[in-house]
């Protein structure tokens, strides 16, 4: 018998699974990095390019595929970088283009990819861009959202509409020079571009493309859902949104519903073309394919838009808030199953998921849902079906820091008041990453931080953590090598309650061995018979994975029949044969 002849008859029988074309990026595990607080290298305190390059064999011990990099660009840093003046330029506060391109070239030797945080919206109000436009120069006029508002019955002048700015207050600036208000979604240090212009449409396209000479391997797209506002009326006006009964507060951004200001129907369009620019330079470059993974906290019927239509591919990853935006600590595996089969439901035909849980916009996975769940988490984000998201320190099991409304610098935060600044700030997830017990976590050698270091990082860094096996950190690496087995790589996947503290997820390729992860969300004892759950299994397994919570050892067998979890532990078994 030839060899063809037996891989056709492997492949008839459902034996073998062969997908030499799968991209790279439908099993990846993404790992995000926040520059100001990842590794200072020159002692300011704050993060910086080198400091990036100095750790990226971090990223390859840990099974990184790629890491997206949140804004290192040229910026006063109102809302730290994501207020971008040149979109071309590194800032000096991260390093040089010298030192951007040197990370490149080491994270090629590694085999780790870079993705860059791609802001579209919105510029500084320092860009030239925004400068002459403003100015009222020609070609740059209607580069933004300009409108002269309306005086009122006392001669007053007031915003063009009621729309409220992310960072509360009126989402209006009065612009003195031009004797106009510009619209900024955001700080009023962040303008909003005009994306009906063409001409700004074509700007940002060469900004793609500039990137994409100098080598990155992809974009992560920043609110992408604010891109478009609706079209001003033949008058050059626009209508206010409906109030929301829930808050009295005009300048709190809950106080209009937002029909207006995002999710309006060009927008998954803008994602479309790029996508194209993206082709296209891999047309003209060869190499392995780039990426566009876009934000977007929109209704998940919205979401699915993002990875294209009948005609134009979209976005290979649109993020899968789900889990961020919906699950709580009280969720119960009923709320898990829903939110995870949904996605998998919605998603296109063809199209690949992904799970992120943690992000520098979020309290920390182990503040918001307890540190006795950190590994489970991690677990269920890295034995579903698709890639994984990992904001840096999650692997830790790093916790929210403390930062004191004197040491606030976060602008969702500081617009806010003193009494509940902590309920807005961004900051807590963002304070320095743990790299050793050393004098502030090894993260600098000087003497202070741009965030404080939290209390807590001689119990929780990556030098301690890798000398205990049963670490955050090494079940998570541990997971990662898991995530090679062609069941979990490449399988299908069943998602089901067992009972209001039990999740199941079952991984399976035929003719491989069966992966089954258990998780007991809460703090009592269960004991689950998985024929009960998926039908017909092979009656033995073995632990795969265990955690500091387990009672049993990797390598042990446990029927199919009675397995037990402990609280808030999370395990995953393998059958003792193929099936």
Same mark, same amino acid.
């Given at each position: 018998m030839t060899t063809w002849t037996s891989l056709f008859l492997l492949l008839g029988l459902g034996l073998l699974a062969v997908d030499a074309a799968a991209p790279w990026w439908k099993t990846a595990s993404f790992y995000q990095i926040y520059p100001r607080s990842f590794k200072d290298s020159d002692g300011d305190g704050i993060g910086d390019l080198n400091g990036v390059t100095e750790k990226l064999e971090y990223l390859k011990e840990i099974g990184v595929t790629a890491t997206w990099l949140s804004p290192f660009l040229k910026s006063p840093m109102a809302d730290f970088g994501y207020d971008i003046s040149d979109f071309k330029a590194v800032d000096p506060l991260f390093g040089t283009m010298e030192d951007f391109e040197n990370m490149v070239s080491r994270a090629k030797e590694l085999g780790v990819k870079i993705i860059l945080d791609f802001v579209p919206n919105h510029s500084s109000d320092e860009c030239d861009w925004f400068l002459r436009s403003a100015a009222g120069e020609e070609e740059y006029k209607d580069y933004y959202i300009w409108h002269p508002g309306f005086l009122d019955e006392d001669g007053n002048r007031r915003p063009p509409t009621n729309w409220v700015s992310v960072f509360r207050g009126s989402a209006w600036e009065w612009h003195e020079g031009r004797q106009e208000y510009y619209l900024h979604q955001f700080h009023k240090k962040q303008p909003d571009f005009n994306f009906r212009n063409p001409v700004v449409r074509e700007e940002m396209n060469n900004v793609l493309r500039f990137w994409l000479e100098k080598g990155v391997d992809g974009f992560r797209v920043d609110a992408i859902y604010h891109a478009f506002e609706i079209e001003a009326d033949e008058n050059g006006n626009y209508l206010d949104e409906p109030r929301n009964d829930w808050t009295n507060d005009p300048d709190e951004y809950g106080y209009t519903h937002k029909i207006y200001t995002v999710d309006q129907p060009e927008t998954p369009h803008l994602v479309y073309e790029w996508r194209q620019i993206l082709e296209q330079f891999q047309a003209d470059n060869g190499g392995d394919e780039r990426i566009l993974m876009v934000e977007t906290w929109s209704p998940i019927e919205i979401v699915m838009h993002y990875y294209g239509n009948e005609t134009a591919d979209g976005a290979q990853i649109p993020?899968?808030?789900?889990?961020?935006?919906?699950?709580?600590?009280?969720?119960?595996?009923?709320?898990?199953?829903?939110?995870?089969?949904?996605?998998?439901?919605?998603?296109?035909?063809?199209?690949?998921?992904?799970?992120?849980?943690?992000?520098?916009?979020?309290?920390?996975?182990?503040?918001?849902?307890?540190?006795?769940?950190?590994?489970?988490?991690?677990?269920?984000?890295?034995?579903?079906?698709?890639?994984?998201?990992?904001?840096?320190?999650?692997?830790?099991?790093?916790?929210?820091?403390?930062?004191?409304?004197?040491?606030?610098?976060?602008?969702?935060?500081?617009?806010?008041?003193?009494?509940?600044?902590?309920?807005?700030?961004?900051?807590?997830?963002?304070?320095?990453?743990?790299?050793?017990?050393?004098?502030?976590?090894?993260?600098?050698?000087?003497?202070?931080?741009?965030?404080?270091?939290?209390?807590?990082?001689?119990?929780?860094?990556?030098?301690?953590?890798?000398?205990?096996?049963?670490?955050?950190?090494?079940?998570? $690496?541990?997971?990662?090598? &898991?995530?090679? =087995?062609? #069941? @979990?790589?490449?399988?299908?996947?069943? !998602?089901? *309650?067992? /009972?209001?503290?039990?999740?199941?997820?079952?991984?399976?390729?035929?003719?491989?061995?069966?992966?089954?992860?258990?998780?007991?969300?809460?703090?009592?004892?269960?004991?689950?018979?998985?024929?009960?759950?998926?039908?017909?299994?092979?009656? $033995?397994?073995?632990?795969? &994975?265990?955690? =500091?919570? #387990? @009672?049993?050892?990797?390598?042990?067998? !446990?029927? *199919?029949? /009675?397995?037990?979890?402990?609280?808030?532990?999370?395990?995953?078994?393998?059958?003792?044969?193929?099936?």
């Amino acid at each position: 018998m030839t060899t063809w002849t037996s891989l056709f008859l492997l492949l008839g029988l459902g034996l073998l699974a062969v997908d030499a074309a799968a991209p790279w990026w439908k099993t990846a595990s993404f790992y995000q990095i926040y520059p100001r607080s990842f590794k200072d290298s020159d002692g300011d305190g704050i993060g910086d390019l080198n400091g990036v390059t100095e750790k990226l064999e971090y990223l390859k011990e840990i099974g990184v595929t790629a890491t997206w990099l949140s804004p290192f660009l040229k910026s006063p840093m109102a809302d730290f970088g994501y207020d971008i003046s040149d979109f071309k330029a590194v800032d000096p506060l991260f390093g040089t283009m010298e030192d951007f391109e040197n990370m490149v070239s080491r994270a090629k030797e590694l085999g780790v990819k870079i993705i860059l945080d791609f802001v579209p919206n919105h510029s500084s109000d320092e860009c030239d861009w925004f400068l002459r436009s403003a100015a009222g120069e020609e070609e740059y006029k209607d580069y933004y959202i300009w409108h002269p508002g309306f005086l009122d019955e006392d001669g007053n002048r007031r915003p063009p509409t009621n729309w409220v700015s992310v960072f509360r207050g009126s989402a209006w600036e009065w612009h003195e020079g031009r004797q106009e208000y510009y619209l900024h979604q955001f700080h009023k240090k962040q303008p909003d571009f005009n994306f009906r212009n063409p001409v700004v449409r074509e700007e940002m396209n060469n900004v793609l493309r500039f990137w994409l000479e100098k080598g990155v391997d992809g974009f992560r797209v920043d609110a992408i859902y604010h891109a478009f506002e609706i079209e001003a009326d033949e008058n050059g006006n626009y209508l206010d949104e409906p109030r929301n009964d829930w808050t009295n507060d005009p300048d709190e951004y809950g106080y209009t519903h937002k029909i207006y200001t995002v999710d309006q129907p060009e927008t998954p369009h803008l994602v479309y073309e790029w996508r194209q620019i993206l082709e296209q330079f891999q047309a003209d470059n060869g190499g392995d394919e780039r990426i566009l993974m876009v934000e977007t906290w929109s209704p998940i019927e919205i979401v699915m838009h993002y990875y294209g239509n009948e005609t134009a591919d979209g976005a290979q990853i649109p993020f899968n808030f789900q889990l961020i935006s919906n699950l709580h600590y009280d969720s119960d595996a009923y709320h898990y199953e829903y939110l995870i089969n949904n996605w998998l439901n919605l998603m296109p035909e063809g199209k690949s998921a992904n799970w992120v849980i943690g992000n520098h916009d979020k309290n920390r996975v182990g503040s918001r849902f307890g540190a006795d769940r950190v590994d489970l988490f991690n677990i269920l984000l890295l034995t579903l079906p698709g890639c994984s998201i990992t904001y840096q320190g999650e692997e830790l099991g790093m916790l929210d820091g403390y930062v004191s409304w004197k040491d606030t610098v976060d602008p969702q935060a500081c617009n806010g008041y003193e009494e509940n600044y902590m309920d807005n700030s961004r900051d807590p997830a963002r304070t320095p990453m743990h790299w050793s017990d050393e004098t502030m976590a090894g993260f600098t050698t000087g003497e202070s931080t741009w965030l404080p270091v939290s209390t807590d990082y001689r119990q929780r860094n990556v030098k301690t953590e890798r000398g205990v096996s049963l670490s955050h950190l090494n079940v998570f $690496k541990r997971l990662q090598q &898991l995530r090679q =087995e062609p #069941s @979990i790589e490449e399988g299908s996947a069943e !998602v089901k *309650a067992v /009972s209001n503290y039990v999740l199941a997820v079952k991984r399976h390729l035929s003719g491989d061995f069966v992966y089954i992860s258990l998780f007991n969300i809460f703090d009592s004892i269960e004991n689950v018979n998985l024929s009960n759950v998926f039908g017909s299994l092979p009656a $033995k397994f073995q632990y795969a &994975l265990v955690t =500091e919570k #387990s @009672i049993k050892k990797v390598g042990d067998q !446990v029927s *199919a029949g /009675s397995v037990t979890l402990m609280p808030h532990e999370a395990i995953v078994l393998r059958s003792t044969t193929t099936a």
